[in-house]
């Protein structure tokens, strides 16, 4: 008895399915078209997210994670939006450049995102 319900639950699910009209539904909300370019920046916001979460995890390095959250927000940043938490810009001068392989960062970071190399504040 319980099978022949579960059966008839089940064909009546398929047959409501296909027998509702696209058109007796009200129509969803039109979502507003989005541009590859919201595009990439709804994935590279997901994936900062991500990035932030495994870091706090301890499964990326620090270089890693500082190396990879940089070329994010400077991806977003070209789409045309900061990231919320975005430290403010850094002045012209207060880059970072690495001693060890030359690699030069806007912003001042501790370590070096290209090599790990502990860094220096350059003056
Ligand atoms: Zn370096």
Same mark, same amino acid.
Request: hydrophobic residues 40%; aromatic residues 4%.
């Given at each position: 008895m319980i099978t022949l319900a579960a059966v008839l @639950? *089940? &064909?009546?699910?398929?047959?409501? #399915? @296909? *027998? &509702?009209?696209p058109a007796d539904v #009200?129509?969803?909300?039109p979502v507003p078209?989005?541009?590859p370019q919201q595009e990439r920046l709804a994935a590279l916001e997901e994936g900062l997210r991500d990035l932030e979460f495994e870091f706090r995890l301890g499964k990326l390095s620090e270089a890693d994670y500082q190396k990879t959250r940089q070329e994010m927000e400077r991806e977003m940043a070209e789409l045309g939006?900061?990231?919320e938490?975005?430290?403010?810009p850094a002045a012209p001068d207060?880059?970072?450049v690495c001693l060890?392989?030359?690699a030069r960062f806007a912003a001042p970071l501790r370590?070096?995102?290209?090599?790990?190399?502990?860094?220096?504040?350059e003056t």
């Open positions: @639950l *089940a &064909v009546g699910a398929v047959v409501y #399915a @296909l *027998a &509702v009209r #009200a129509a969803p909300a078209a989005r541009t939006k900061r990231p938490e975005a430290p403010p207060a880059g970072t060890r392989c030359g370590f070096c995102g290209e090599c790990g190399q502990p860094m220096q504040r």
